[in-house]
């Protein structure tokens, strides 16, 4: 698969803009009972993408949902979208239940254009979405609080006795200082939706691959 510089010139443009349009639409989601998670996993020439709706309340999966595909686009910096959007736009697209708030192992806000895979992703559905990523792209955190540019954008979360830190940042609708709040309602440490996303992605590739369980 060979990278094409001039699609990848007019896709950081349409970043740009839709970074633009994330920033103008806001809601007040105090406390979500359900959560939508979405993450992905790699392996030979296949990749998994796997949604899943998750019971805040009763802490487990209501509901899963994946695609088996090839990468539709090779790894670049910043383009994640165009690698990962489509099969997870395709998984999540498929599930029944209802939920409030979409978690996306990627960039939001904390993107070079403002415009990471889970504002996408909260864009085309039309649905609130955060990004909780496992590093940095862009901006400088202090105490808990990332920053471009002087701007608050995001929050670090963990890095304390054997957690590993994370990064999350509004996607769509989300105000980035309700953040916190969101986060205490999911529960303590990486958010268990996304754990069992990324559980399931790398169940289901094994499964694809015809690699026994571990």
């Not at 510089?5 to 349409?14: C, D, I, K, T, V």
């Not at 489509?86 to 192992?105: C, F, I, T, Y």
Request: glycine content about 14%.
């Amino acid at each position: 698969m060979e990278r094409n510089p001039l699609l990848e010139r007019f896709f950081e443009a349409l970043q740009e803009a839709v970074g633009r349009m994330a920033l103008e639409r806001r809601v007040r989601l105090r406390e979500p009972r359900r959560v939508a998670a979405v993450d992905a996993a790699y392996g030979g020439e296949l990749m998994a993408s796997c949604a899943l709706v998750w019971d805040l309340g009763e802490g487990r999966v209501l509901e899963s949902n994946y695609v088996i595909c090839r990468p539709t686009y090779p790894y670049v910096p910043g383009l994640l979208f165009l690698r990962e959007g489509p099969p997870m736009l395709e998984a999540l697209r498929g599930l029944s239940s209802g939920w409030e708030l979409l978690l996306v192992d990627a960039h939001g806000l904390l993107h070079p254009r403002r415009a990471g895979l889970a504002v996408f992703l909260g864009l085309l559905l039309g649905k609130p979405s955060l990004g909780v990523a496992k590093s940095l792209m862009v901006g400088e955190e202090e105490g808990g609080v990332v920053k471009v540019g002087g701007e608050v954008l995001g929050y670090r979360f963990g890095g304390g006795r054997g957690t590993r830190r994370f990064y999350v940042s509004p996607g769509y609708m989300i105000d980035v200082g309700d953040i916190p709040m969101l986060m205490e309602s999911l529960g303590p440490g990486y958010p268990p939706a996304l754990r069992e996303a990324d559980r399931l992605a790398r169940l289901r590739l094994r499964e694809a691959l015809g690699q026994p369980s571990s």
